[in-house]
């Protein structure tokens, strides 16, 4: 492949933002602020906890290790959940029909990708019976769409005027971080993450936590993830806290009793990865 000239991700135009082109982050103990480390003008990458290089003039780091790029000072959890917060702002107010649109695209493609994994074919997405869980699931509409076809949802969202919104939907919606959240003894059958897994500040412990609420064979689906290009240098997007590569993606899950399934590279520098948590000996 050819050199590539330097890149700028940007996020989508502002309006009722949809989470499915949102950008991502690290996931962690959704509370606590674990700022890297600091080794001369090497940081901890989130990803994998190699050694990350800051750039110059930019407040972002590369892991030498596995590409992943990264804010080389980790905001706190509170800064987070406000930027998410604007986002929203503007939620009750605008049109939403385009958004609706493209998250019943998206739900559809969660869904076709899970009975693939499942069965081995493409299947009707009826599903009676299975659950759901999306991290940072923004105004509900891609839960809505699953719940079209009969599963039971359930979310988690950190901006309080995108909960509020998802729940005049009658959704059952977390206020907070996933690591806050409690389920009782649901489990599920698949969690999703809709651009937003370089959102979350403590990946590995985030990680954890979805092994613990899935089911038997559960599957995660990290879906439209941005994802790191060569040469490229973020911007623009409060939000966003990593930008991960490939690989880092599945060495966070990999590392944390998943195993990887497959990967979907997309023409517009996201991509699509399924991870099924592993049971017993395999643990």
Not at 150 to 177: C, I, K, N, P, Q
Not at 215 to 227: F, I, T
Request: aromatic share 10%; proline share 5%.
């Amino acid at each position: 492949m050819g050199k590539r000239k330097e890149r700028k991700w940007k996020p989508p135009a502002a309006g009722v933002q949809t989470d499915e082109s949102k950008p991502h982050a690290a996931a962690p103990s959704e509370g606590g602020e674990s700022p890297p480390k600091v080794q001369g003008t090497l940081v901890s990458c989130p990803g994998c906890g190699g050694s990350g290089e800051r750039r110059k003039a930019s407040a972002w780091a590369e892991c030498q290790g596995c590409g992943t790029l990264f804010l080389r000072e980790r905001p706190s959890a509170g800064h987070m959940a406000k930027a998410r917060e604007m986002l929203f702002d503007r939620a009750f107010a605008l049109p939403n029909h385009e958004e609706r649109r493209e998250a019943r695209a998206l739900a559809g493609e969660a869904m076709c990708g899970f009975f693939q994994i499942r069965i081995g074919k493409h299947a009707a997405l009826n599903a009676f019976g299975k659950h759901v869980l999306e991290v940072n699931c923004g105004l509900g509409f891609r839960l809505r769409a699953f719940q079209n076809y009969g599963w039971t949802t359930v979310g988690t969202e950190t901006s309080a005027t995108a909960f509020e919104y998802a729940r005049r939907m009658s959704l059952d919606v977390r206020h907070g971080w996933l690591d806050e959240a409690s389920f009782g003894k649901t489990r599920f059958d698949l969690a999703l993450f809709c651009s937003t897994f370089g959102e979350i500040l403590d990946p590995g412990k985030a990680v954890v936590k979805l092994r613990e609420l899935l089911g038997p064979d559960g599957l995660v689906c990290v879906l439209r993830e941005p994802l790191a290009a060569k040469d490229m240098e973020p911007s623009g997007d409060a939000t966003r806290l990593c930008l991960y590569s490939a690989d880092s993606i599945k060495r966070v899950y990999c590392q944390n009793a998943f195993s990887f399934i497959s990967e979907e590279l997309h023409e517009d520098d996201t991509g699509t990865f399924w991870f099924r948590a592993k049971t017993g000996g395999n643990r």
